[in-house]
């Protein structure tokens, strides 16, 4: 390429990436179908990852792709506020019969990080609407990942993503996150150690005092911080104290809904009940982007009778409810029904665990832990060189055909749901044979 003209791939600014390394050597994905993505070239990769944590019936699945084409051409747009469209209502309706408990209303959002902050300001809103205005602060968590708006970075942990964008909201205070090496490593499922890690929130109440707390959000399990499984008992724990000090829990459950620990939400898998759940992703089978929050019948009907306007939340986005997303998500929901996905990842969960589980003696692995469909693989640092060695990783993985994520030195596993036994060796296969060669 003469040196005047700009790289082809220069022009996109890409997220979370580092640019420079990329467009120097570049790895594109043109095709996907099923569980495999293909290369321009034509050259198969067995999608581990279902994309980033969305693509849970596999891709490019024929009903989802025609129920978006007739869309597009029946009506692309209609807007939501003070109008509607009937897929809207149908989808809010499918999954507020979905989602636990009485959480039986949905607000629509494009994305996780919008859901994020969707769900924040309908839990200040109604601690207002209830009276309890002075109910302002927020407690994350450390390690947590709520998406990239201001509030998500606020309430989030991970410190890559907040040290560089300044003061972020005020009054957020962070649990203590649960991930524990030393006592927990190579837990199948849920460890046995940490539960007591919830009891924080009480140091937290005493600091700040609970008539100044208006909600804690975490994510059941981490998935971007590396696959952080709940110690037994912690999510339970967490559940009581909120109910004690009248302090609102919302799940984050963008990675975790639809089918990802082989139910439909965490809370049906921990049997724990949030009073709002975030969820985008799996919600599409990530076709077109959706996210949104599922909200409680209480905090839902008390908003109605109370707001002092008769517009009960000044909040919304032009696309809240798009077609598109709607028509999508109907039938992404069919999917998992007519071929009761969930129940088969709730089915292989045992055989995956199996399977990661046999990496333990992998070289430079110090840990690997599994729920539902999803693994973390956490490596040994590279001296002086945290991240690096899951980075060559990732690379060499992709070159023999197998997409993961890593973040820091830990690799993340979470195929699509319809992924098959002979499909899980072959990830299994290739990650140790990758890590034997690596330095
Ligand atoms: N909450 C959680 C729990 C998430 O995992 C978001 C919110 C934000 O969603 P959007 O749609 O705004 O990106 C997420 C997103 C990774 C990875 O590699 C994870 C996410 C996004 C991109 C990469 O782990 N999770």
């Known amino acids: 390429m003469p040196a005047s003209l700009p790289n082809a791939l220069d022009a996109f600014w890409m997220p979370f990436t580092a640019n420079r390394r990329f467009k120097a050597e570049p790895r594109l994905l043109a095709r996907a179908e099923g569980t495999r993505y293909y290369t321009p070239e034509g050259r198969e990769v067995l999608d581990g990852t279902s994309g980033l944590w969305c693509v849970n019936a596999g891709h490019t699945r024929a009903p989802i792709v025609e129920a978006i084409s007739r869309q597009a051409a029946e009506l692309d747009f209609a807007p939501t506020f003070n109008l509607g469209h009937p897929k809207a209502f149908e989808l809010a309706a499918r999954l507020a019969a979905l989602l636990p408990g009485d ?57 890559k993503n907040r040290m560089h964008f300044g003061g972020m909201l005020t009054g957020v205070d962070h649990l203590p996150h649960t991930h524990d090496l030393a006592r927990n490593a190579f837990s199948r499922g849920q460890p046995e150690h940490g539960a007591e890690l919830a009891d924080a929130l009480e140091r937290l109440v005493g600091l700040h005092d609970a008539s100044t707390i208006a909600a804690v ?18 999510l339970e724990r967490l559940r009581a104290l909120c109910d ?59 908003m109605l009778e109370r707001a002092d306007s008769p517009v009960e939340l000044f909040h919304g986005y032009t696309y809240s409810g798009h077609p598109l997303a709607c028509a999508a998500g109907l039938a992404a929901l069919d999917i998992y029904r007519d071929e009761d996905l969930f129940g088969r990842a709730a089915a292989l969960s045992a055989y995956w ?74 990830i299994v296969e290739t990650i140790r044979a990758i890590l034997t060669g690596l330095d």
Do not use: W
Request: with cysteine.
């Open 103 to 159: 959480l039986d209303h949905v607000f629509f959002a494009n994305s996780g990080s919008e859901a994020v902050d969707s769900a924040l300001k309908i839990a200040l809103a109604y601690q207002r609407a209830r009276g309890k205005g002075e109910k302002t602060r927020l407690i994350g968590r450390e390690r947590a990942y709520h998406g990239v708006g201001f509030g998500g970075i606020s309430v989030g942990g991970i410190v």
């Open 217 to 234: 959000i975490v994510e059941p399990m981490s998935g971007s911080a590396g696959v952080l499984v709940p110690p037994k008992g912690y």
């Open 244 to 302: 004690k000090h009248d302090i609102l829990l919302i799940f984050d459950e963008v990675i975790t809904g639809f089918g990802r620990l082989g139910a439909p939400f965490a809370a049906d898998h921990f049997g724990v009940r949030p009073d709002m759940i975030t969820f985008a992703k799996g919600v599409t089978n990530a076709a077109v982007p959706l996210g949104g929050v599922g909200v409680s019948k209480a905090i839902y009907d008390l």
């Open 353 to 426: 665990e199996d399977a990661v589980h046999s990496l333990a003696d992998a070289r430079h692995v110090i840990d690997v832990r599994n729920l539902g469909l999803t693994a973390g693989i956490e490596l040994a640092p590279r001296e002086g060189a945290a991240g690096a060695r899951a980075t060559d990783a990732f690379h060499a993985c992709f070159d023999q055909g197998l997409l993961v994520r890593v973040t820091g030195d830990i690799i993340a596993l979470s195929p699509p749901l319809i992924v098959e036994k002979a499909e899980i060796d072959r």
